[in-house]
């Protein structure tokens, strides 16, 4: 595992300290292992995964320990998924679309693990899958309805307005795209998540607070997929 130092892609809000750059972590990142047979769960372990995951962030530690287990077991809290909460969602078909792409249903099953630093304001998780090329073709041909890119719900009598928009992503393991969650209130929340395949896994990587951008979940994305790559060779 490694540690990763961005501070600046998040912004002011983190302490600016004397670091290492991203480039020097740099390296192609690509893994020689053969793409597992298709329709089948890689041979990864959790514990390979776990091995796999960053240690810090910008010399940040976790907040907890690394989980792993099955994909489905590990909480919404590790994996940046969104949780499930008592929300009636308007339009209903909507009611899943910013778990879109995490393959909680594709993958629930393979073999997982995942690791949460905390960051100033921001919460960063990163998780690891194993996964077939088949299933990982599929997290990634998972779209957002085009009815869900603005929608609404009501939390304890109260009216949420939630915007999401997705793309693909270039130049971050095989194939990769991402997606942003925006929540709107008194405390506006945006999340950033970036969704990629590698040589028999899934990776993800989210990040969530004020300072949450797409430059930092990429950055972040490139050099976890990067030392994934490498580990799991």
């Not at 298709?38 to 995951?53: C, E, M, P, T």
């Not at 990769?176 to 945006?190: C, D, H, I, S, Y």
């Amino acid at each position: 595992m490694m540690d990763v130092r961005w501070w600046r892609a998040l912004g002011v809000v983190l302490v600016s300290v004397a670091v290492a750059g991203l480039a020097g972590c740099s390296g192609n990142g690509e893994s020689s292992a053969a793409s597992p047979a298709s329709g089948a769960v890689s041979g990864f372990s959790a514990v390979q995964l776990r091995d796999a995951l960053l240690t810090r962030v910008n010399g940040v530690a976790a907040v907890t320990p690394v989980s792993s287990g099955k994909y489905a077991s590990l909480s919404a809290a590790t994996t940046g998924r969104p949780a499930a909460y008592a929300v009636k969602v308007s339009p209903p078909a909507c009611a899943g679309a910013a778990s879109t792409g995490f393959g909680s249903t594709i993958l629930a099953g393979a073999p997982a693990a995942a690791v949460t630093f905390r960051l100033g304001g921001n919460a960063v998780s990163e998780v690891l899958i194993a996964s077939s090329a088949d299933s990982a073709s599929a997290v990634l041909a998972g779209r957002v309805p085009a009815a869900c890119t603005t929608y609404h719900g009501k939390v304890a009598g109260k009216t949420v307005n939630y915007g999401l928009t997705e793309r693909a992503v270039t130049g971050i393991g095989q194939q990769a795209r991402e997606l942003n969650v925006r929540v709107g209130g008194t405390t506006p929340v945006n999340q950033w998540s970036l969704v990629y395949r590698g040589a028999g896994f899934v990776g993800t990587v989210t990040v969530t607070g004020p300072n949450a951008s797409e430059l930092a979940v990429r950055e972040l994305a490139k050099q976890a997929y990067a030392f994934a790559a490498r580990s799991l060779a």
